[in-house]
């Protein structure tokens, strides 16, 4: 599937710096009063230790972070974006202002346990649908993320491995129950999306049932979900389908069941857990020594 974002190097970082920027508004506000205790030329070193094994994700903003508060800092990753780390690992060394460090400590750790959390879970399913035979289904992302930080999200999916599908309502057109009841149905709505969305990544239809697949089939849908269908279903649909538009897969979907729904033959499976239900991965900062 096409990218719609451009994930380039210089794109993510300044991504990483807007995202920055606003995290330490928030924390920051006018000053940090616990910070203003230390000495403002003190310099000193600490490390980020991971506390269980995990995708590192999200290096990006943790020194985009550190930047802004002190320019000079200087920055040591043992483990690198996309590599794993284990337990009690150190993942990443620093040096700088005191101040500086202590006041980002926070907004920095929030990001790579998100972002290492999403890549880290992706990373998972995308592993275990890569144990089905025969044609490997995608893992695809969807719009269930946090608010102000889709981009992020998405960019940590891809570093797990996954797909991201459409980034927002803006750059494909994804017609759900509502939109077809909305339109007067299938083929009314796959008409008005062929003359009025003609610049759209892609136009995809949601189906429930056989039938409503057939249909959208017949009135020339080329990407079709198929919305909370069993396995029995999934296989019939693959069938039905015979190769003619991209079949993705959505509802009812864990590490329990992927690889059945990726079993049937469908080309993508989709989920909001990438992105939605994520555990942080536990990392803490820790200082060493004073320099100065």
Not at 52 to 59: L, R, S
Request: glycine share 8%.
């Amino acid at each position: 599937m096409i990218h719609f974002f451009d994930f380039s190097h210089d794109a993510v970082a300044a991504l990483a710096r807007a995202d920055a920027a606003r995290a330490l508004q928030e924390d920051v506000g006018a000053g940090d009063l616990t910070a203003a205790l230390i000495d403002p030329t003190r310099r000193a070193r600490a490390h980020i230790l991971a506390r269980e094994a995990a995708i590192i994700c999200g290096t990006p903003w943790v020194q985009a972070t550190l930047q802004q508060l002190d320019p000079g800092v200087r920055l040591r990753w043992r483990v690198q974006e996309g590599q794993r780390c284990a337990p009690d690992q150190v993942v990443l060394e620093m040096e700088g202002l005191a101040r500086a460090l202590l006041t980002a400590e926070r907004s920095a750790l929030n990001f790579l346990q998100l972002l290492s959390a999403v890549a880290t879970k992706t990373a998972s399913y995308v592993q275990a649908v890569q144990g089905v035979p025969g044609k490997h289904a995608q893992i695809v992302d969807t719009r269930k993320t946090l608010p102000g930080l889709r981009l992020a999200q998405k960019y940590a999916v891809r570093t797990g491995g996954g797909t991201n599908h459409r980034i927002g309502l803006f750059d494909a057109v994804l017609i759900k129950e509502n939109h077809i009841a909305a339109a007067g149905g299938i083929r009314a709505v796959l008409q008005r999306a062929a003359t009025l969305a003609p610049t759209a990544k892609f136009v995809e239809i949601e189906v429930e049932t056989l039938a409503q697949l057939a249909e959208a089939l017949n009135a020339g849908a080329t990407m079709v979900l198929l919305d909370n269908m069993n396995l029995i279903m999934l296989r019939e649909a693959v069938q039905i389908n015979a190769g003619r538009a991209i079949l993705e897969a959505s509802g009812g979907v864990n590490l329990s069941t992927v690889c059945d729904i990726a079993a049937t033959g469908v080309d993508q499976i989709s989920m909001g857990a990438l992105t939605k239900d994520v555990k942080a991965i536990d990392f803490s900062m820790r200082f060493s020594s004073d320099i100065t």
